[in-house]
């Protein structure tokens, strides 16, 4: 059976890197892949984005509305690259999501049909938590439901393991504001550790 996998970490864990990497290996295999993303996520568009510099463009963009085991369906029945082969669509073999954290649980609910009922593997990437370190809808429902989680490590200035993204506005730490800000759109962040996080704050958690 296949599975539905959810990979997390902070910012700056390399999450776009890994997708990609995956991407690659798949396809030096000679196995067809598509390539997702929210449309929330207008980074690069159409194009999944690694802070190396890497970028690729995806073939589903799914809006908040969508249906996600339909897109993927539709998708995966064209395939550009057997233009002038036999006329044959080639399966997929594995979707890979991009910013996970902006589906919503209905869409996540759909990626595991997609793994269990269609029998192709999803490899969703994202992270768990905002700026005021509450859990994205659509991350909170991958927690829940996925077969398998892989957590993918990053350090904080200080060198401990970085669990927060903290919001940065004119070099300025943030703790309030809408859940969804994109990086580099009038706001950055920054990957803390609990502590450097806690410091930075005056010792409060959004819950308090």
């Known amino acids: 059976m296949a599975k539905l996998y959810f990979r997390y970490g902070a910012m700056n864990s390399g999450k776009s890197t890994g997708l ?3 991407a690659y290996n798949y396809e030096e295999r000679g196995q067809r892949v598509l390539l997702a993303k ?16 890497v970028t690729r463009s995806v073939d589903v963009v799914f809006a908040p509305s969508d249906d996600v085991r ?4 539709a998708a995966g029945s064209t395939d550009p690259a057997s233009a002038g082969l036999d006329g044959m669509v080639r399966p997929v073999s ?14 996540v609910d759909d990626l595991l049909r997609v793994a269990v009922l269609d029998g192709i593997p999803v490899l969703a990437y994202g992270i768990r938590t905002d700026f005021r370190t509450e859990a994205f809808p659509g991350s909170a429902r991958l927690l829940e439901i996925a077969h398998s989680l892989e957590e993918l490590k990053t350090i904080c200035r200080c060198g401990r393991k970085a669990v ?13 504001g809408s859940q969804v800000a994109i990086d580099g759109e009038d706001v950055t962040y920054e990957s803390l ?6 410091t930075e704050s005056g010792g409060h958690l959004d819950g308090d």
């Open 20 to 22: 990609l990497q995956a």
């Open 38 to 53: 929210p449309e929330v996520d207008t980074k690069g568009d159409h194009e999944i984005v690694s802070r190396l510099g």
């Open 70 to 73: 339909a897109a993927v369906t």
């Open 94 to 107: 594995c979707v890979l999501v991009d910013e996970a954290q902006f589906l919503t649980p209905k869409q």
């Open 164 to 176: 927060f993204n903290a919001r940065r506005i004119d070099d300025r730490f943030v703790f309030d």
């Open 193 to 198: 550790c609990a502590n450097c996080y806690l």
